[in-house]
């Protein structure tokens, strides 16, 4: 990370330098405008071995991707630092970004793209596999595993719709149960396509296969789960800005309109800390979205204020 001296104000702070962040402040310093990123260097998909889905660029390194927009970003004036927002207070036109080393710089307007952290159920092997062989997503990891023989955990609400998923690229799919009832119709479903059930308590996920409580193992060569997904954004929280409950029950999320716009003014939030299955390339384009939309709200001001000064004068 290249070494940057902090100024007093900008007027765009992004807090977050993955593919939401950084689309975002680069709309923003191709519109002239001083804009910081602030990022932690923690981004979700570290653990995978590339980014997929998105057009140009499919199965780049996740830490290249970010880099090349990094590089993007500086290309245009705007600055990115490697930091933790710990705090924002302040309002629309002067918000007080304090970092986790006590620093602070001061912003007219904040864009949150700081993501989200994916829980795992809390068995064995499981963070161990994460990314390789423990899989969520049948976009982002489901070609590698085709045809293989995947397992899916009962862990979350989308788990029959995400075992469905995961049919369409093999025809061995299993559904383990685990300690989630199995309902009559998702049975049905499951059945129909011809994906097999297996009930009892999950134990551990090993290199090969999904240990049961009873000491069976059931050979499988990869295992999707359903994450519960948390948002990194309690730095918000003084804003009176918190994340809720996402409605499909699978994690939390901080609310916003179309265009990324939040209910506390001169803050918009862009890719999976409001939108928690957007790919990377959802993500980028919320960014850039939500980036545009800061921009016009600038203008929209500096035009009043010019309006202003011109009648009074």
Not at 146 to 151: F, L, T
Not at 250 to 267: F, K, L, N, Q, Y
């Given at each position: 990370m290249v070494t940057v001296t902090l100024r007093n104000d900008y007027d765009v702070v992004v807090a977050g330098g993955g593919a939401a962040g950084l689309n975002g402040a680069l709309l923003l310093?191709?519109?002239?405008?001083?804009?910081?990123?602030?990022?932690?260097?923690?981004?979700?998909?570290?653990?995978?071995?590339?980014?997929?889905g998105l057009l140009a660029r499919e199965g780049m390194p996740p830490a290249e991707l970010v880099e090349r927009g990094r590089a993007e970003v500086r290309g245009y004036g705007g600055e990115v630092v490697r930091?933790?927002?710990?705090?924002?207070?302040?309002?629309?036109?002067?918000?007080?970004?304090?970092?986790?080393?006590?620093?602070?710089?001061?912003?007219?307007?904040?864009?949150?793209a700081t993501g989200l952290a994916d829980e795992l159920p809390g068995l064995p092997g499981?963070?161990?596999?994460?990314?390789?062989?423990?899989?969520?997503?049948?976009?982002?990891?489901?070609?590698?595993?085709?045809?293989?023989?995947?397992?899916?955990l009962a862990s979350g609400p989308?788990?029959?719709?995400?075992?469905?998923?995961?049919?369409?690229?093999?025809?061995?799919?299993?559904?383990?149960?685990?300690?989630?009832?199995?309902?009559?119709?998702?049975a049905e479903q499951?059945?129909?396509?011809?994906?097999?059930?297996?009930?009892?308590?999950v134990a551990a996920w090993e290199e090969t296969g999904v240990r049961l409580r009873d000491g069976s193992l059931v050979a499988r060569q990869a295992l999707a789960v359903a994450t519960r997904m948390v948002v990194r954004a309690g730095f918000l929280k003084e804003l009176g800005l918190l994340p809720?409950?996402?409605?499909?029950?699978?994690?939390?999320?901080?609310?916003?309109?179309?265009?990324?716009?939040?209910?506390?003014?001169?803050?918009?939030?862009?890719?999976?800390?409001t939108d928690l299955m957007a790919f990377v390339g959802g993500a980028a384009a919320a960014g850039a979205m939500a980036g545009a939309q800061i921009n016009g709200d600038l203008v929209a001001e500096e035009a009043?204020?010019?309006?202003?000064?011109?009648?009074?004068s």
């Open positions: 310093a191709r519109s002239r405008r001083s804009v910081l990123v602030i990022d932690a260097g923690e981004p979700r998909n570290a653990p995978a071995g590339g980014v997929h930091g933790e927002v710990a705090s924002v207070t302040g309002a629309a036109g002067d918000f007080t970004v304090t970092l986790a080393d006590g620093s602070a710089v001061r912003a007219r307007r904040l864009l949150v499981l963070a161990e596999g994460w990314g390789r062989n423990v899989l969520h997503c049948p976009y982002c990891h489901g070609w590698e595993v085709r045809d293989q023989a995947i397992g899916v989308m788990s029959v719709h995400q075992a469905l998923m995961f049919r369409q690229l093999s025809d061995d799919v299993t559904y383990f149960t685990h300690d989630r009832p199995l309902p009559a119709e998702d499951l059945a129909a396509r011809g994906i097999a059930v297996v009930e009892g308590e809720v409950e996402h409605p499909a029950g699978v994690g939390e999320h901080i609310p916003a309109d179309p265009a990324g716009r939040t209910s506390v003014p001169g803050v918009w939030v862009a890719g999976n800390a009043g204020r010019a309006v202003e000064a011109r009648r009074a």
